[in-house]
Each structure stands twice: as structure tokens, then as C-alpha cells.
């Protein structure tokens, strides 16, 4: 009986430090780190939801619309320029510029929100440029250590990666929505004040999960991705069918508090794959313990490391402003200045600026264009969430079919890059024309293009120019947006608007009293801007068949054999050690 309890306890014991071992495993892995990666972004897209709280802006301190587009152009100029913060996060861990961005988040926001309320003085136009400036750079810190990091931790499946992360960061704005809605009905001004702590929040949450795993890379990698994409289109349908019932019925608090309550549920569902994962990395990990030849461990355990040391033998080092005009291979690890002064990011970043301006300005303006149109509101906030939507279609389907079509037929990226260059021009061709509903069409367009810009984007950079500096490159690539932003949206779409709602005014004898909105009404208010950004984004996609010809040769060959060749097939936690291990032994039997 006592040697019964005994190994009863016993039993009871091992339990105990299984599960506590397990859940260790889960909580350090790179999958929970994906995983938190997910929630990250999934409430990081407070940019993409300007439409929804220009308004707001615009008549609580009297702004005309080039004044409010000058706003979305610091608003584009902060959640873009993050140079600094991937020079931060090449000598630091993530969790340092995480902790910045979710600072700079609460305090831009929070200002704005301040502004809005009338809590403090009316500010000057340059302060609030700068407060939306300090929010919007929050994105930058936000997306640099939590995509830069996955896509290292990752690399062989870079492009799901970036797709899925880009996707969440595209359904954000439909989440944090749905999220305002249940807790603050329509009051548009506390919106702004839920993106204020809303993202910091989540960020803080998470942030000391999101880190680097070295070489541990797994042949399976890209199935579980799938697994994931499979759970965002599940939230992404769910989310859909919400945002069109919201539009036909009005919905009681109580049935705004049950369908964030399912949204909620299926935005933790990826944790599922998670536990999936990790259970088959415990089970291999137990086989390991468990072997007849730990001896082979130990000599092999000996051996990995004078490999590496090997391998990471110094070189002799050439200054870097030497080398800045002679570049090595593409796919090889360029320097910041080698790749800033390589042709190939030239063309880029001009095809970049003329693609994205005019989908910017879309994005931007979309509750000013409805307007201006003669859709309803509540029709132009339908419009915003069933863009947030079709912006993470545009992500994920970039980000996953572009990989097949890679692997499979060996078409170069920025191919696909010229296509979301073009189809584009029918979404600003209808709002041009103001076709009869043309701008349900038009949001779709514009949307899938615009998130699949990003993905495409990020993706080239990293394949042709290394992810030894992708930190950096990453954010340089972004720098293309603001200045699209400002050229388009401000100088060509704003000035046009403010022309036209002028020229109506003083049609009718109205004379603009000073801090008074400026509205434009009718066909004519974007009519001249957008022919102009249609025949801008078909010159970028001419630019952009250049990068074309130029790179058809390297993707015709495996562009990520490299990362399988220095990865391996190593487990998390045990390195490739085990995997070497774990080879031979299956060669043998």
C-alpha cells in the first residue's frame, strides 16, 4: 500500500513537471510568439482608420479639406518614417522599440482626444500635425519589432508571414470597430480615445514574448501557416457578416456585446495551431530523452558549435562608404548603403510612391468622397469596415498566392507588384465618374490593392536585398507612402477639393466665415484629382516593369535555399542539434 502511494505521488509529480515544462515550452516558443505577434497587429491599424474620426476632426476645429489632408499626410509621413526605430532594433531587442511605440500610441492619441473633447485649448494646426505625427509613428516601432522579427524567425516562409501579419494589421480596423461599437455606440470622439489605449495595452501584454529564435527553421512551417490563414479567414468572414447585417438592422447594445464577445473568441482561435504545434515539438522532445544513444547527443552537442565557430570566422572588414556602389549578389545581405544606392530600391521606391498615393488618397478621403458623392453616413462607415476587410484580402492573398505562384512557376515578385500598380486605375476611374454605386466597387478595388502593396513590398526587399539590415530597409521601403501621401493627397485631391467647394460657395453668394468647415458637393469635387492619379499609378507600373526585367533571372533560381541550408531543420528550444540528431537516425532505420 505504501509503495502504491508512493508511486501514486510519484506519478502525480511527473505530471506536474510535464505541464509546468509544457506550458514553458508554449510560452517561450516562436509559435506563441506568432501567436502574439497576431494580437499585436490585429489592433495596430489605428491609421487605417482616419476616415472614421476626420470627420470629427473636421468640425470640432473648422478645418477646410486641404488642412484635414495635410493631417493625413503627418498622419502617412508618422506611421512611415521608422528609420529610426529599425536602427534601434538592429542593436536592440524587440521588446525596447515595442515599449516606444506603445508610448508614442497612448500619447499622440490621447492628445488628439483631448483636442476633439475641447478638454484643453484649441491648438494650432502644427500641433496637431504633430500630435497625430507621434501616434501614427507608434505603427512604425509596432510593425518593426513584431514583423522584422517574425520574418527572422521565419525566414524560409517570409512571404505567409508578412501576408498574415499585414492581414491582421488590415483587419484591425474592422476590429477596434466592432470593439467601439459594443462599448461606445457611435460616438465617434471616443473612438479616438479607445485607439489611444486600446493598442498600447494589447502591446504591453505581449511584448516580452516577442523575441528572436535562433535556427529554427522546420520543414512543416509553412502548413502550420496555413492552419493560421485558414482561422483569419474564419474572423475575416464572421467580421464581413457583421459589418453587412450591422448596415440592413440596427442592432441592440446587447447584441453589439454578443457578436465582440464571437469576434473575440475567433481572434484568439489561432492559439489552437499553437498547442498543436507545440505538442508535436513536446513529443519529439520526450522521444529525444528517452533515446538509446545519448552518448551521440553529447559528441554531436560538441561538435555543432566548432561548426559554427567556423563558419563565423572573421573577415577582413572594407568601409562601408567603399563598398556602397559595389553591392554583392542579389539575395545576399547588402548593406544600408549599398541597398539605398542600388537601382533596384530606386525603382522600387518610384513605383512605390505612384502606386500607393493613389490609394492612399483613398483611403484617406473615403468619408469625404461618399460624402461628396451623396452617400449616407452610415453608408461611408460601412465603406471604411468593408475596406479594413478587403485591405486584409489584399494582404493575404498577395502574401500566400505570390509564394505559390514564386515556387511554382518562378514568376518574379515584382511582377505582381505591376499588377496591383494597375487594377487600382478602375477604382479611381470610378469615383472619377461617379459611376451609380461605383464606390462599393471602388472600395473593394482600391482596398484588396492597397493591402497587397505591402506584403508584395516588404517581400521584394528582403529577398533582394538580405535580412541582415532588413530592420532598417524595411522602413525605408515605407518612407515611399508619406511622400505618395503628400503629393496626391494633399497638393493634388485637397487643393482640387477646396478649389471646387469655393467655387460652389461663391456660386451661391456664401461667404466663409473664418473656422468654418469647407465642404464640396457633387461629381466635380474629385473628378480632375483622380484622372490625375490614374494616369500617375499606369507610369508607375511602366517604372516598375523595369525591376521586372532586371530580376527575372534571380527568381527563376531557389531563392530560399540558403535560409534551409544555415537553419536546418532544427526544433525550437533544442536547436538544430537535435535535428541533427534526428536525421541520421532516420536514415539508418
Not at 498574415?164 to 473612438?191: C, E, H, M, P, V
Not at 513605383?351 to 488618397?361: D, W
Not at 468622397?369 to 468593408?386: A, K, N, Q, R
Not at 454605386?437 to 497587397?452: R, V
Request: with cysteine; aromatic share 12%.
Amino acid at each position: 500500500m505504501a509503495s502504491s502511494k508512493q508511486n501514486g505521488g510519484e506519478n502525480v509529480g511527473s505530471c506536474l513537471q510535464n505541464t509546468r515544462g509544457f506550458t514553458l515550452q508554449v510560452l517561450t516558443g516562436r509559435w506563441f510568439m506568432a501567436f502574439s505577434s497576431f494580437m499585436i497587429m490585429s489592433v495596430s491599424g489605428a491609421s487605417y482608420m482616419f476616415s472614421l474620426y476626420s470627420r470629427e476632426i473636421k468640425s470640432a476645429l473648422g478645418y477646410d479639406q486641404s488642412t484635414l489632408n495635410l493631417l493625413s499626410f503627418f498622419k502617412d509621413l508618422g506611421s512611415n518614417i521608422g528609420i529610426i526605430s529599425g536602427l534601434i532594433n538592429e542593436v536592440a531587442p524587440p521588446w525596447v522599440v515595442l515599449t516606444i511605440g506603445g508610448v508614442l500610441n497612448f500619447s499622440g492619441y490621447f492628445m488628439i482626444w483631448l483636442a476633439v473633447t475641447s478638454k484643453i485649448a484649441k491648438p494650432q494646426v502644427w500641433n496637431m500635425c504633430l500630435y497625430i505625427f507621434i501616434g501614427a509613428n507608434s505603427h512604425c516601432s509596432t510593425n518593426t519589432g513584431v514583423i522584422v522579427t517574425s520574418v527572422k524567425n521565419f525566414p524560409g516562409t517570409r512571404g505567409i508571414v508578412i501576408g498574415l501579419l499585414s492581414g491582421y494589421l488590415g483587419l484591425s480596423a474592422a476590429i477596434i470597430t466592432q470593439i467601439y461599437y459594443a462599448f461606445y455606440r457611435n460616438d465617434s470622439k471616443s473612438l479616438i480615445l479607445l485607439m489611444a489605449w486600446l493598442p498600447t495595452a494589447v502591446t504591453f501584454v505581449f511584448l516580452p514574448v516577442i523575441r528572436h529564435h535562433k535556427g529554427v527553421e522546420q520543414p512543416n512551417d509553412s502548413k502550420a501557416f496555413y492552419n493560421f490563414l485558414n482561422t483569419t479567414l474564419v474572423l475575416a468572414g464572421f467580421l464581413m457578416v457583421v459589418i453587412i447585417l450591422q448596415k440592413r438592422f440596427t442592432f441592440t447594445q446587447s447584441e453589439l456585446y454578443v457578436t465582440t464577445i464571437l469576434m473575440l473568441l475567433l481572434l484568439i482561435l489561432p492559439l489552437a495551431v499553437v498547442m498543436f504545434e507545440e505538442q508535436k515539438i513536446w513529443k519529439r522532445k520526450q522521444e529525444h530523452n528517452n533515446s538509446e544513444h545519448p552518448p551521440m547527443l553529447l559528441n554531436i552537442t560538441a561538435q555543432i558549435p566548432n561548426q559554427q565557430n567556423s563558419a563565423q570566422a572573421p573577415q577582413k572588414q572594407v568601409s562601408c562608404w567603399k563598398s556602397m556602389f559595389r553591392p554583392p549578389s542579389r539575395g545576399e545581405d547588402y548593406t544600408i548603403l549599398q541597398a539605398l544606392f542600388s537601382l533596384d530600391m530606386v525603382i522600387l521606391f518610384l513605383a512605390t510612391i505612384c502606386g500607393l498615393g493613389g490609394t492612399l488618397t483613398v483611403v484617406n478621403n473615403l468619408s469625404q468622397i461618399g460624402t461628396s458623392l451623396g452617400y449616407s453616413s452610415h453608408s461611408v462607415t460601412t465603406f471604411v469596415s468593408l475596406m479594413a476587410i478587403w485591405i486584409y484580402m489584399g494582404k493575404i492573398v498577395q502574401g500566400v498566392v505570390s509564394e505559390i505562384i514564386i515556387a511554382k512557376f518562378k514568376v518574379p515578385r515584382p511582377l505582381l507588384f505591376t499588377s496591383i500598380l494597375v487594377i487600382p486605375c478602375v477604382g479611381h476611374l470610378l469615383i472619377a465618374f461617379n459611376v451609380p454605386n461605383g464606390l462599393y466597387a471602388a472600395s473593394i478595388i482600391i482596398g484588396f490593392c492597397f493591402g497587397a502593396n505591402w506584403p508584395l513590398l516588404f517581400s521584394i526587399i528582403s529577398e533582394l536585398f538580405g535580412l541582415k539590415f532588413y530592420s532598417t530597409l524595411y522602413n525605408v521601403g515605407s518612407v515611399a507612402s508619406p511622400i505618395g501621401s503628400y503629393l496626391f493627397s494633399v497638393r493634388v485631391a485637397g487643393h482640387l477639393y477646396d478649389k471646387e467647394a469655393t467655387r460652389q460657395m461663391e456660386a451661391l453668394g456664401i461667404t466663409r466665415k473664418p473656422g468654418e468647415e469647407l465642404n464640396c458637393n457633387g461629381t466635380e469635387c474629385y473628378k480632375l484629382a483622380f484622372i490625375i492619379i490614374t494616369a500617375v499609378s499606369l507610369f508607375g507600373a511602366l517604372v516598375s516593369l523595369i525591376l521586372v526585367l532586371r530580376t527575372r533571372e534571380f527568381y527563376k533560381g531557389d531563392i530560399y535555399k540558403k535560409f534551409r541550408e544555415e537553419n536546418g531543420t532544427a526544433e525550437p528550444e533544442t536547436g538544430h542539434i537535435q535535428n541533427k540528431i534526428s536525421q541520421p537516425a532516420a536514415n539508418e532505420g
